[in-house]
């Protein structure tokens, strides 16, 4: 388990993902009762830890809310690439 404190920022999501890749174990709990902040950056990389199996305890409402709005504005972002249709030719 990882008990995380204070702020979650870019700086600290590079740490973070340096330490967690060196987990071997799969079943990872990222605790984040004593976070106080997280920016952006960190919104988006706990929705990704969560998205790779990682549990997140502890996680605060207006972080899991601001998770799901991140997930639900790159969904259809990652549809309209998906299904967009090549450049044409300039004849």
């Known amino acids: 388990m990882f008990i995380l404190s ?6 600290a999501t590079g740490e973070l993902a340096r330490l967690l890749e060196l987990q071997t174990d799969r079943d990872v709990v990222v605790d984040l009762r004593h976070v106080t902040l997280v920016a ?3 919104v988006l ?3 990704r830890c969560e998205a ?6 502890n ?3 207006y972080v899991r809310e601001w998770m799901e709005r991140e997930n639900d ?3 259809p972002r990652e549809l309209s690439h998906r299904f967009r ?3 044409r030719a300039s004849e």
């Open 85 to 87: 249709q090549p450049p």
């Open 40 to 42: 952006r950056e960190g």
């Open 59 to 61: 996680c605060a409402r």
């Open 45 to 47: 990389f706990l929705a």
């Open 6 to 11: 204070g702020r979650i920022d870019a700086q």
């Open 73 to 75: 504005y790159e969904r």
């Open 52 to 57: 790779d199996g990682m549990t997140l305890a």
